[in-house]
């Protein structure tokens, strides 16, 4: 009852909010000199951070974990000033400061030594951010969370799309968005350009206004929005609904766009973009000149790949609702994925987790800007990667972006179709609801994360040949029920994979490790899909 007062709150706070976001502006000078000044205060903005919205604030879990080590203000701010922000983030962390994942999402408490630490989503808000509008992530283990966006933190974040735009010289060609409303992030996207007075050529949305039961709500809200940045002179069109098994819509309008303006910038996911330029190769349609900024799932080589062979360059960003952008696309990569680390929002530590039988170097983020959402102390993402330092020659790099990511992966999720399905909740499916249904045991199924020779993510629903046979259709239509059932993000990534046909059945032995173990989800690196 609390979020919905607080969702219905924010909204009809956002005209005035929206009145005041929109009058500012944002030049391209502005957004380097902003970005430099914040690359230069990084410890002091960090222990003000700390001092406003951990120390200064009673309930903050931090402020627990703080105290268990040891730590007070002055603690804090003579170790930063003695040993740098990282590395006095590293020691925080051997001392048991951080919040993993599944902590920060209020799943489980907090365990250190004797003391729990019973949490919240909402016990992470920055107390100090306002509350304009509310985006819906998470809940695929039964407890969707609001994340609540402050348009002052959309402003804060502009700076980083307009210098990779510029880096990748399209900030002032058309842009199309084929994104969702809400409860996704596409409103955000389009909210930060026209902050910087660049909005959408055109708006595709892939879902239908009234395809879940949660329509109501989220559709209601997302056109209430959108009227509102219409009546105060954003040029926005009312989304047009274009299907993901439409992709061949949008390839015709790019290369209708780009017959007459040579350039254009498509918003989407990565799995949309490689829809478009294979529909694009079909028909015989040249999009040469077409950039696509691509999120919401890894890009690897293989999906690059065909995109380029459809005539696009591929932009590759990294971020997440309730953090911002984290990477900006390198415009002089290495690697396919090359991304420049925000080191002005955020400070970056990585620390190993174990998966299995072995471990990686997940990512353990602090939040940097005053504006952000949810206050950040070594938090460990459910993101793993490759952390470099170089001196690229891009733009970015001249900024003083120099920390560079690559090859991110989740270590606990399923991502395909931009969708993100948080693993618990597949777990519950696999071992209890199929074998309840199909027969077999917990030890008989597996899903399996793939990529197809076009370079698709196709998740392979691995079933022991040992089970009796059912009809395979079935099995994958039983397990979109399933999820739809579980949370709005669960019913949204069923969707999402029935109408791509992202899963399959593959009658086989589920695939067990070497030293006898079977992993629920198994997570094979890119490429090794047929």
Known sequence: MTDTWEFLKSFAQFPIALQRFLK???SLAQARDIIQRRLASR????LAMARATIYGHAASPYLRLLRMAGCEYGDLRAEVSGHGLEASLRRLRQAGVYVSFEEFKGRKPIVRGGTVIEVKPRDFDNPAARRDFALTTGGSTGVPSAVFQDLDHIAAGAPHQMAMLDAWGVLDPPAV???????GGGLRFVLQRAYFDRSPERWFSPNPWRDSKYWLKYSAASLYMIFWMRALGVRVNVPEVVGTDEARVIARYLHGLLRSREQCLLY???SRGLRVCLAAVEEGLDLTGLTIRVGGEPVTDAKAAAMRRGGARVLPAY???DTGSIGLGCARPEATDDLHFCADAFALITHPHAVGES?????NLTSLLDTASKVMLNYESDDYGEVSERRCGCPLGELGFTTHLHGIRSYSKLV?????????????ILEQHLPARFGGGPLDYQLMEEEDTHGFTRLSLIVDPAVPAADEAEMIAFVHQRLARSSPMGDAAGRVWQQ?????????KPVWTARGKLLPLQLRPSGSGE
């Open 24 to 26: 500012p502006g944002l």
């Open 43 to 46: 410890e002091e903005r960090f």
């Open 177 to 183: 968005h084929w994104m969702q409303t809400l409860p």
């Open 268 to 270: 989407t996911s990565v």
């Open 319 to 321: 971020g997440a609702i």
């Open 359 to 363: 471990s990686v170097p997940a990512f």
């Open 416 to 428: 395909g179709e931009a969708v993100t399905l948080i693993g618990n909740d597949m777990v519950e």
């Open 500 to 508: 791509s046909g992202a899963m399959r059945v593959r009658r086989m």
